[in-house]
């Protein structure tokens, strides 16, 4: 089955710096690759998702992209904001079998 | 509609106790899932129902028992559990596309406790 790494475990950064999280995935017939953001207490909610025929996409702060080659993407935030802090994990699916990588917890220091 | 509702919110069960969490949609959606979740993890993909079937099963004991009693519903019916079952049961839905994944809509999960 799918196997998704994802790396750091934990990131903290100054409000208004960028972050980065990376993830691997072992499937390479996974074609859907989304990221969640889970807050305490709340449930994951989907921020972007990109498909695999597609190498980038964004939406205002926050872009994704994706090497098919290398079996790897990448979550980014730019312009970072207290509010952007919380768990953040990737994803990989194919057909309607999602996995998930570890999670990050993200902190956003003011 | 775009919501995912689950019931109960908090359930609190003994070891030899009969319980069912119950999840509801209707978006549409035809694949329905159960993850589990404990604290400070990532969801961990328990079962998918496709059509009303079931569709992935990912090894779960027998004391967890799903059911889809048709395209809306989706049922965990909990039986003999074990303190280490204790967790967030979530259930999503997302379209049913052989060629394209969708997204997953969470619903707020029923937090289990298992005395």
């Known amino acids: 089955g799918e196997n998704v790494e994802q790396h750091p475990s934990t990131l903290s950064v100054q409000e208004g710096d960028s972050a980065v999280i990376k993830c691997t995935y072992s499937?390479?017939?996974?074609?859907?690759f989304p990221w969640y953001k889970q807050e305490l207490g709340k449930r994951p909610q989907l921020i972007i998702d990109i498909r695999s025929n597609v190498g980038e996409k964004k939406d205002q702060r926050i872009a994704v992209t994706l090497n098919k080659t290398a079996k790897h993407f990448s979550l980014h935030i730019t312009e970072t904001q207290p509010e952007d802090s919380a768990v953040y994990f990737c994803a990989a699916s194919r057909n309607n079998d999602m996995r998930f990588g570890a999670g990050t917890r993200l902190t956003v220091k003011p | 509609d775009t919501e995912v509702t689950q019931t109960p919110k908090h359930l609190v069960m003994g070891m030899t106790n009969k319980k069912s969490l119950k999840c509801e949609q209707h978006m549409g959606h035809r694949a329905m899932y159960w993850y589990k979740q404990k604290a400070k993890k990532p969801p961990e993909l328990m079962f998918v129902y496709s059509y009303e079937k079931l569709s992935i099963n990912e090894s779960v004991p027998s004391r967890f028992s799903p059911e889809c009693p048709n395209s809306s519903l989706l049922n965990l019916h909990l039986h003999a559990l074990q303190p280490e079952d204790s967790a967030l049961y979530l259930c999503a839905s997302s379209q049913l596309n052989d060629r394209v994944p969708g997204e997953l809509f969470f619903g707020e999960g029923s937090r289990l406790t298992v005395l």
């Open positions: 499937d390479s017939a996974s074609n859907y």
